[in-house]
């Protein structure tokens, strides 16, 4: 019984390394120019199947000529650099949510232990995009030198030459202009290394004042760092005082993990995903920071939140969206409840292009087989359900997505509220802001947002992987939207106040788009 179970581990080994190999083979080689063709039609085709709103900002012919363009440009290239072609054509449709992903390579065991070994301490720092200038923002404590200095260069490599290569791979929605820069700003780290994962030292050239300098990130091994750690500690002397860590009691972690789930914690960034706090002497101004609309316990946060307000008579209330990229739909919903004293709809039908646009996005997005097994087993009570939701009226499918109306919450904010926006507001969190500025009900402050007014195409993504490059296609297939619609389409939610942060703010740790709001709140 033994050794047939050590056959059959080491059968799944040898399997597991083959495909490994094989698929590194796939990604890395040169394929022929009729493969590549092959992968741009079976793209495009995709596309014109299952994205309900194709042609919403570019006609047709417009796009049909782009992609020709793209088949009559090819030669033999690998995987990646594929991707870099489609992935440009495929941001000029203008849909935020449709977007081309790189291939990576797969590692085996022992390739991954290296990997993880491996530590850069580049990965540390935080990027922010502003006036045409790359600086870091946080570098998490290990260099507060190089906090707010300007990066020139990386490598060699000029910053604007960089950003100018990657623009090209991702858009808004619609011909919003401020998203680039937030996205160039916030995922610069992921961008670069999509093109140079293997290189193991960095140098960047960067300014902070009038001086200019070189810092070099090297990439080192955990385990080697953590042996010169124990070194160090075993030469402290046995009888010195070492703080020894809080252990928390049963109750009370407990408590912290409810209150950890409720704020939505964030176990990477370390930071919550949901705030509040009160700014000033009294509690008449509260500030609610929210990060995004993904996770936590969203609906005891707010009814949490607004029973503090109603207590403490909270007269003004500020809602941070700026670098939220949107979420959940349902708790969008959920926080415009407590918004107004009038029953809403918040979502009109959607438009699909299948009966099935939930079944079909949720599978084609799960890779794990165990994960397509489940979804397949549960597939028919899926679709019973779905089917009720979705109708044929006039020639086109609509899929009848929260579009039931909503009362108010009972502890609905009646004091003064504004938004703060900027071009990272997107997804969910840029339709939240375009249903309460159509409702009149806040003053937004800061620039318009990379989401579009007048909705998305998004919902449920759907995950096509084409066959012989294995570049992958996301994009959106119920076209979400408000009943409140705006003239020209393709524009985000623009500011009542319009107020642009610069270097010199982020130095001087001034927040102008908040402050403006607090001197307006003591003005009146």
Request: hydrophobic share 35%; aromatic share 12%.
């Amino acid at each position: 019984m033994k050794i047939k179970v050590f056959f059959l581990l080491l059968l799944i080994i040898l399997n597991s390394c083959v495909s490994v190999q094989k698929h590194n083979q796939q990604i890395t080689k040169l394929h022929a120019v009729k493969e590549l063709r092959n992968d741009v039609d079976e793209l495009y085709n995709q596309l014109k199947k299952h994205h309900p709103k194709l042609y919403q900002y570019q006609n047709k012919a417009f796009l049909d000529f782009k992609f020709d363009s793209l088949k009559q440009a090819l030669v033999p290239m690998n995987s990646n650099d594929f991707y870099k072609k489609s992935a440009a054509v495929v941001a000029q449709m203008r849909h935020g949510h449709t977007s081309v992903k790189s291939v990576d390579l797969r590692k085996t065991k022992e390739e991954r232990k290296l990997f993880f070994d491996k530590k850069n301490d580049f990965n540390k720092l935080s990027f922010e995009y502003l006036q045409k200038q790359l600086f870091i923002t946080n570098t998490k404590e290990k260099d507060s030198a190089l906090l707010y200095a300007e990066v020139l260069k990386i490598n060699g490599d000029s910053i604007s030459n960089l950003v100018k290569k990657y623009k090209k791979r991702f858009t808004a929605d619609g011909f919003n202009t401020t998203f680039y820069d937030k996205v160039i700003g916030k995922h610069f780290k992921e961008l670069y290394k999509r093109d140079y994962n293997k290189i193991d030292s960095l140098a960047l050239t960067l300014q902070s004042e009038d001086s200019t300098f070189v810092k070099i990130f090297k990439t080192y091994s955990k385990k080697a760092l953590t042996k010169k750690k124990l070194k160090k500690t075993d030469s402290i002397k046995k009888d010195s005082i070492r703080k020894k860590p809080v252990r928390l009691s049963k109750a009370e972690r407990r408590k912290r993990r409810k209150f950890n789930k409720i704020h939505g914690y964030d176990i990477y960034e370390k930071t919550y995903t949901r705030n509040l706090k009160f700014i000033g002497k009294d509690s008449t101004v509260a500030y609610m920071k929210i990060k995004g609309f993904e996770n936590g316990d969203f609906e005891t946060f707010y009814e949490q939140t607004f029973e503090t307000l109603k207590k403490k008579k909270t007269e003004n209330l500020i809602i941070d969206l700026r670098y939220n990229g949107g979420g959940r739909a349902v708790e969008i919903i959920d926080l415009y409840s407590y918004l107004t004293d009038k029953e809403f709809q918040f979502f009109t039908k959607s438009e699909v292009n299948s009966r099935f646009p939930v079944l079909n996005a949720v599978y084609t997005n799960t890779t794990n087989l165990y994960s397509k097994i489940v979804v397949g087993i549960a597939s028919p009570i899926i679709a019973t359900y779905r089917l009720f939701k979705v109708k044929k009226e006039d020639g086109q499918l609509y899929f009848y997505y929260n579009t039931k109306t909503k009362q108010p919450n009972p502890l609905n904010f009646k004091g003064k509220v504004y938004v703060l926006i900027n071009g990272y507001s997107f997804s969910a969190s840029a339709l939240l802001a375009a249903y309460i500025k159509a409702n009149k009900r806040a003053t937004f402050v800061g620039e318009e947002t990379g989401g579009a007014y007048n909705g998305a195409v998004a919902g449920f993504s759907r995950v096509h992987e084409l066959k012989n490059t294995k570049v992958k296609v996301k994009f959106g297939v119920m076209n979400l939207k408000t009943p409140f619609q705006q003239k020209p389409d393709g524009f985000g939610v623009k500011p009542d106040v319009e107020i642009l942060p610069t270097l010199k703010d982020r130095r001087a740790k001034i927040d102008p788009e908040l402050e403006w709001v607090l001197k307006d709140i003591e003005k009146k």
